[in-house]
């Protein structure tokens, strides 16, 4: 279907285009254009659980035939709602941008509750940024992730075009712009860091794979399920056609955190803090990085005269937060990790201060510390506001720093040595079984 150049020409229709009661006409469908498309996928996907993906579109198009109405008024009555674009203030509409398409799995989770409505409102990728959002979750989440796409609707964001969902990555990552990697298998009682490596692995193996085959070539990557930093990598290097760079790992949480320890501890707001970098893993080896931070400008050491407390109580308190937030009130830190998720994509298409920096875990190819190469590990970044970053090459690494920094770039060599046969890596044995859990409290 055509669809009118203007966002606000004629009215908008709201309608499932699909069902998962139509199931096998579209995979026939989809398999046609499969085999016309000399797609042969059969390998990758054989572990894939297919089903058809369910759409709710908002267009400017004519109405659907009436039997198909019928249909969706009789499976998702709450889906049928139209709106016109006419009644839209004519300044708001005709600076719209092009529709980016954002992928998100895990998409029925306590995290995405929180973030699909920052994505839809605005809130994230700007005002004048028309979105889709395409939803990844599993068999057992179907109803689940209706669910999510009933909430949208109702809320009528008029900057949200399309919402659609299913559980084959295949085809909600689709032409995806964005991919924002939320899900992943919880950590079960008594199992080890290396255990959750290869279940996950498996997982982000075959999403690679799917995002290789289906994104945008420049789809830009953000992983959040854990371990973030390993998980990344595996899906890095199965997506060889999407460029390595666009890969990341989310250490916005600990930034967060950190800034939240700085500003608390020198009576200061949390907005005076700048160059607050966590490098690393996102695990208990990652380091804050306190002497290169700067609060209201002047470095934090100076402001906040107690080495001690740096440096035995500063970089406990933001790896253990989550932990401290569940003794609390018994839940993990869904917002908050909502919030840094939508702070982190902020990051990318928003110029960064002069001076200031973001955390993100990202290749360590070619960096400028000394890095191993070949692994996600977190830097202090900035970025010109076109969804691209550099590291910054201005930091202090003092003795002190660097030997945590090596630390951390150790357990991340011995993570990537565990996933070596999902990565395509000969020769690897992991090294983590029966070592110490450095999982940050509060995460899977």
């Given amino acids: 279907m055509r669809l009118p150049p203007g966002p606000s020409a004629g009215r908008l229709r709201v309608w499932i285009l699909a069902c998962f009661s139509t199931r096998s006409i579209k995979m026939a ?7 016309d498309a000399g797609l042969s996928r059969k390998a990758a996907r054989s572990s894939v659980s297919r089903s058809s993906v369910v759409k709710v579109r908002s267009v400017a198009a004519p109405a659907p035939p009436a039997a198909a109405v019928q249909e969706a008024k009789k499976a ?13 203030d004519p300044s708001l509409t005709r600076t719209w941008k092009k529709t980016i398409k954002v992928a998100v799995t895990g998409a029925s989770g306590n995290i995405s509750n929180h973030l699909l409505f920052m994505l839809a409102s605005g809130e994230v990728y700007g005002k004048d940024q028309p979105i889709a959002l395409q939803l990844l979750g599993s068999d057992r989440s179907k109803e689940a ?8 609707e109702d809320s009528l964001y008029p900057l949200l075009r399309e919402v659609s969902i299913g559980t084959d990555p295949y085809e909600v990552f689709g032409d995806a712009d964005w991919a924002l990697m939320i899900g992943a298998k919880p950590r079960g009682p008594g199992m080890e860091r290396a255990d959750l490596l290869q279940q996950n692995g498996e997982i982000f193996q075959v999403q690679g794979r799917a995002l290789n085959d289906s994104a945008s070539r420049n789809c830009k990557v953000l992983v959040v399920g854990n371990p973030c930093n390993t998980n990344a990598l595996i899906a890095m290097e199965n997506a060889p056609n999407i460029p390595r760079k ?41 380091v804050p990085d306190y002497i290169n931070a700067r609060i209201g400008g002047i470095p934090a050491t100076d402001v906040i005269r107690d080495m001690k407390w740096f440096r035995e109580e500063f970089t406990p308190k933001v790896a253990l937060r989550g932990g401290a937030l569940i003794k609390k009130w018994g839940r993990s830190s869904a917002a908050s ?4 998720v939508a702070d982190a994509i ?5 110029p960064t201060a002069p001076g200031d920096c973001f955390s993100s875990g990202v290749i360590s190819d070619g960096n400028p510390y000394g890095v ?7 830097f202090p970044c900035r970025s010109k506001g076109d969804g691209d970053y550099e590291i910054c090459d201005d930091f202090i690494v003092d003795e002190y720093l660097r030997s945590k920094i090596r630390a951390s770039e150790d357990e991340l060599q011995k993570e990537k040595e565990c996933v070596s046969h999902l990565i395509g890596m000969m020769g ?14 509060g995460e899977n």
């Fill in 372 to 378: 191993k190469e070949g692994l996600i590990f977190s």
């Fill in 29 to 35: 469908l989809n398999m046609k254009q499969r085999m």
């Fill in 428 to 441: 690897g044995s992991c090294s983590l079984r029966g070592a110490e859990d450095t999982t940050v409290p």
């Fill in 346 to 350: 902020r990051a990318l298409v928003t």
């Fill in 246 to 286: 666009n890969f990341h790992a989310l250490t916005r949480l600990d930034e967060n955190r950190a800034k939240c320890q700085l500003a608390l501890k020198s009576g200061k707001f949390y907005t005076s803090v700048s160059r607050m970098a966590v490098w690393g893993n996102h695990s208990t080896t990652q």
């Fill in 145 to 152: 992730l209706e669910g999510v796409a009933m909430e949208l």
């Fill in 76 to 88: 998702y009555g709450v889906f049928r709602l139209s709106y016109d674009t006419q009644n839209e």
């Fill in 337 to 340: 990790t909502a919030v840094s």
